[in-house]
T-cell receptor, first 108, second 119 residues
């Protein structure tokens, strides 16, 4: 079983829509969690950190469910610039484990 | 603030040759990490430096890979001799504090990556 699993998508949504997707992790002892965003052939960039039950930053909301071992990301009022691959990242033993990414495409 | 800088951005070499990748972390970041993404796979951890010391090198695939961080500043990752399966994108990242700390100072900032193609 992979350490971090994500629905690869793609999620194709119109501008202004809400899109949400999940990530599951296998290690119940994982200490902290992150969502990174990666544009094509670019480096991963931090979107948000999740240390407790969740986090909200503008149009982006992350929720953590430790009992079920999943983290979700919700994007409200999608913009064209939100088109990217979203990487679920888990802190396992003080090194990061990455999911393969969820691709989101926002269309005009 | 300058970001994490990696060089070269792309390297194409023949199987059996040697390649050295360089990473300049953000100034003042004691923690430096190397990660790798091979085609079609997720990004995987290679190793972690704290200053000039190797904190964790459990992700290094084999002894053809050698990482150094002399003086605790920039780091190099040498692959010798390169094999076809070494092709991929090698990312370097740095942070002020390690992932044992739950604060913004532990957030990793990634470089743009060095794409390695072994023919």
């Amino acid at each position: 079983r992979k350490e971090v699993e994500q629905d690869p998508g793609p999620f194709n949504v119109p501008e202004g829509a809400t899109v949400a997707f999940n990530c599951t992790y296998s290690n119940s002892a994982s200490q902290s969690f992150f969502w990174y965003r990666q544009d094509c052939r670019k480096e991963p960039k931090l979107l948000m950190s999740v240390y407790s039950s969740g986090n909200e930053d503008g149009r982006f909301t992350a929720q953590l469910n430790r009992a079920s071992q999943y983290i979700s990301l919700l994007i409200r009022d999608s913009k064209l610039s939100d088109s990217a691959t979203y990487l679920c990242v888990v802190n396992n033993d003080y090194k990061l484990s990455f999911g393969a990414g969820t691709t989101v495409t926002v269309r005009a | 603030e300058a970001g994490v800088t990696q060089f070269p951005s792309h390297s194409v070499i023949e199987k059996g040759q040697t390649v050295t990748l360089r990473c300049d972390p953000i100034s003042g970041h004691d923690n430096l990490y190397w990660y790798r993404r091979v085609m079609g796979k997720e990004i995987k951890f290679l190793l972690h430096f704290v200053k000039e010391s190797k904190q964790d090198e459990s992700g290094m695939p084999n002894n053809r890979f050698l990482a150094e961080r002399t003086g605790g500043t920039y780091s190099t990752l040498k692959v010798q001799p390169a094999e076809l399966e070494d092709s991929g994108v090698y990312f370097c990242a740095s942070s002020q504090r390690g992932l044992a700390y739950f604060s913004g100072a532990n957030v990793l900032t990634f470089g743009a990556g060095s794409r390695l193609t072994v023919l």
